[in-house]
């Protein structure tokens, strides 16, 4: 990937969509924890054990290279984005709970991971070639939270200003999203064939395993379909931004954000039409209970 996107652009990129993210939160998103425990609580399980779990066990299976087998643990370490939030306003998702998740998914992801990237780099040996160093780590941490905050403290003194923005940065973060995959893609093009055969459909399963988790397992411990709608795209739909950001920029490997960026291209047609299939039973089961 060119220098100056990767080491100037990539950083901005992350900056703007993490700044976008904290202009939907308020203080009172983290709060609402506490009335909506049950569904917190299940879905950070589903996202910080099942899934990175689940991955391990794809990479396995499929017999990944070690540097693209980094990079799908990385996928699966990182938070959900703002897409989810989308997402799940387009899908009859509780919002409010999608904002509360990524806040909560975003901080706990600095402490998480980490160790998980770190772990699957020593499992695959490649740790004289790629590694986390504190350092990068602090600088992950300052490239998430400080934005966030910005945008927080943006959202509580000028709410209409914030209101305004809403859309312009979302629409700006999925350009970002969309010139970092084609950087990569072009980047790594004499290999490009031979990586969407690695990681094609690995990449989709996960996506699709994901979304469904997201929703089933929620709604087996009994919470609401609204929020499992919203938890379903919350797991289902990663911050590809982040992985990408951490490979290029921490690991020093172009090759381990390439499953991010395979993903981040299929995630959107799988997540719309799954969107469609739950929210349609959703809709379905609340017209039978109020004919009933």
Same mark, same amino acid.
Request: net charge neutral; with cysteine; glycine share 10%.
């Given at each position: 990937?060119?220098?100056?996107?990767?080491?100037?652009?990539?950083?901005?990129?992350? !900056? +703007?969509?993490?700044?976008?993210?904290?202009?939907?939160?308020?203080?009172? %998103?983290?709060?609402?924890?506490?009335?909506?425990?049950?569904?917190?609580?299940?879905?950070?399980? =589903?996202?910080? @054990?099942?899934?990175?779990?689940? =991955? $391990?066990?794809?990479? @396995?299976? $499929?017999?990944?290279?070690?540097?693209?087998?980094?990079?799908?643990?990385?996928l699966a370490a990182s938070p959900g984005g703002t897409t989810a939030n989308l997402f799940s306003h387009l899908f009859r998702g509780d919002v409010a709970l999608n904002i509360t998740l990524t806040a909560i998914n975003t901080i706990v992801a600095i402490g998480t991971l980490p160790p998980i990237t770190n772990l699957t780099i020593r499992w695959f040996d490649q740790s004289d070639s790629v590694s986390m160093p504190l350092v990068e780590v602090v600088k992950v941490f300052v490239l998430i939270l400080v934005p966030v905050g910005l945008g927080?403290?943006?959202?509580?003194?000028?709410?209409? $200003? *914030?209101?305004?923005?809403?859309?312009?940065?979302? *629409?700006?973060?999925?350009?970002?999203?969309?010139?970092?995959?084609?950087?990569?893609?072009?980047?790594?093009?004499? %290999?490009?064939?031979?990586?969407?055969?690695?990681?094609?459909?690995?990449?989709? +399963?996960? =996506?699709?395993?994901?979304?469904?988790?997201?929703?089933?397992?929620?709604?087996?411990?009994?919470?609401?379909? %609204?929020?499992?709608? !919203?938890?379903?795209?919350?797991?289902?739909?990663?911050?590809?931004?982040?992985?990408? $950001?951490?490979?290029?920029?921490? @690991?020093?490997?172009?090759?381990?954000?390439?499953? /991010? #960026?395979?993903?981040?291209?299929?995630?959107?047609?799988? #997540? /719309?039409?799954?969107?469609?299939? +739950?929210?349609?039973?959703? #809709?379905?089961?609340?017209?039978?209970?109020?004919?009933?």
């Open positions: 990937m060119d220098s100056a996107l990767s080491t100037i652009g990539l950083p901005i990129a992350l !900056a +703007i969509i993490m700044f976008g993210l904290g202009l939907d939160l308020t203080v009172g %998103d983290f709060r609402r924890v506490g009335r909506h425990p049950k569904a917190v609580l299940v879905a950070l399980g =589903c996202q910080l @054990l099942l899934l990175p779990a689940a =991955c $391990f066990g794809l990479v @396995l299976l $499929f017999d990944l290279p070690p540097l693209l087998g980094i990079g799908m643990m990385l927080m403290v943006v959202r509580a003194r000028r709410a209409d $200003f *914030a209101a305004r923005m809403d859309r312009p940065v979302r *629409a700006g973060s999925a350009v970002i999203l969309a010139v970092l995959i084609l950087g990569i893609l072009l980047d790594q093009r004499d %290999d490009v064939g031979d990586y969407l055969a690695d990681v094609g459909l690995i990449a989709a +399963i996960f =996506c699709a395993l994901s979304l469904v988790v997201g929703y089933v397992v929620p709604r087996a411990a009994g919470v609401a379909g %609204d929020q499992a709608i !919203a938890s379903s795209f919350e797991i289902g739909v990663h911050n590809g931004t982040l992985a990408i $950001f951490v490979a290029v920029e921490v @690991l020093d490997s172009v090759e381990i954000s390439v499953p /991010a #960026a395979v993903y981040s291209l299929l995630m959107f047609f799988l #997540a /719309a039409g799954w969107g469609a299939v +739950i929210s349609r039973r959703v #809709a379905e089961r609340d017209t039978q209970r109020v004919a009933g």
